[in-house]
């Protein structure tokens, strides 16, 4: 393995490791437009030089492998004066259009300006213009004059999705970036373009002139879209999402998401249920717990011997292994209920890339609550089972069904049938209007949970901000009905819980899959998440 030195530090490193990222493990930061490590290495920028002991001239960071014996500065005066050459280039005709860009904030060439050049420009003829806000696809408006021409999303395109439509036209400084005639950049992951531009050439319709990124606070989370369960940053301005961006695993996503999911913001914050409610009638959660429970037991009672028996309760893949965990613990200890099925959202579009067919996030770690042989019947058989008369009371967590059309109109003709229908959720989607007992359940951007995605990885969420309204995770919901139903479940800690949790997947489970590390917040060393009192 070849061992060299970067700015008299010395560093081994496997062979074919390049200058760049040999410095990075040293914790050296070379600028670069043009490289990206998801990507080839065109190594056009010329960003990147770097001055090579015994080298004639300065060479490309990002396509210079390292040698044995190697000694190379990325941080010299010669290197330095290069770079700002390098700039003055590439700001001969940009617009330093910085205070109304998207971009500002989150911008290389803005950042690398203030590190290196920081002068006037010497330019005293008027800068050639090029196309504005041209609609380069349905969710990307390209801006001609800001692009450097890095061609990162051109790579992207060719490399990643395999879809081949943009590519540069033109020469010199009159060059830009046009889709090939009769297409437009319309693929499944065209949004990913907008997180690859260094600069603000490439910007989202959706989060354009949204809000200023300085403004946001980012959470490590997961996309809830399918059950890839992408990686993300959570990016939120006064307890509203503003977007998802990637966040880096090479266990499941890479650098990458699709648009659909990286859409699905929307999602948290769409016909929410705020309030608990009792027949319409809005309570707290002392008094809905008490109301609520008392209701179930006397609808349990009234159908005699078998009323146990004659309780459905609907566990939803969309919710945490917490909320399962004790959803079940509180549907088999407190209402004695054995009749398991299955909710969430209905199947979708596939690829061969990221996009799953199945759209929860957890449906592993739902169906890893029940040992083998006793997990959940389908959605199907719920049907079934209420045609027939065997449900005549109903919980049910979460409002998606993964039925359509015909199926889910009768579904909703007959919830009107039963004698007690409770839902739990998120959102309504109209099933809230034909409920007596609503509970309003948080989604996963409000509370700390673990899912494991449709490869048996095990990821952990965190609160992005407080719980919206009276809202409450589903495990501390299935807590306070589970106490007044005289069976509490004895969890105070989040963390012990999790612990229980893990022990009760493993057994359910060979092989189980690895708990994710525990992570720690300034909060968790104050004070742990404690269960709210019943």
Known sequence: MPKCKINGKSITVERGTTIIQAAAELGFDIPHFCYHP?????ANCRMCLVEVKGARKLLPACYTQVSDKMEVQTDSERVVQSRRAVLEFILVNHPVDCPICD????????????????????????KVSKVKVYPIGPEVVYDGERCILCTRCVRFCDEITGTNELTVVERGDRSEIRTFPGRELDNNYSMCTVDLCPVGALT???FRFKCRVWLLKSTDSICAGCSRGCSIHMEQHRSEVQRYRPRYNPEINDYWMCDAGRLSYKELHRDRMLKPLINGAAYTWPQVAEKGAALLRESIDALGEEGADKVGFVFSPQSSCEGLYMARRFAEEALGCTRHYVGGRPH????????????????????????????PQPFEQLLADMESGQIKILYMMGSEVPVEGAQAERFRELLRELDLFVLQAPRGDGLDELARVILPASTHAEQRGTYINCDGVAQQTREAFKPLGSSLPDWQIAMKLAARLGAPLTTTFIAKLQEEMWEAMK?????????????????????????AAP
């Open 204 to 206: 989202s319709r959706d």
């Open 103 to 126: 971009q500002a904030g989150e911008c290389k060439l803005q950042d690398y300006y203030m590190d290196y050049d920081t002068q006037e420009s010497r330019l005293r003829t008027p």
């Open 507 to 531: 057994a359910n489970a060979q092989p189980a899959p690895e708990a994710p590390e525990a992570e720690t917040t300034e909060a968790d060393d104050d004070a742990p998440e404690e269960a």
């Open 38 to 42: 998801g990507l080839s290495v065109p």
């Open 348 to 375: 979708g579009d596939q690829d061969d890339f990221l996009i799953q067919r199945d759209k929860n996030p957890n449906r592993n770690g739902l169906l890893l609550q029940f040992p083998r042989g006793q997990r």
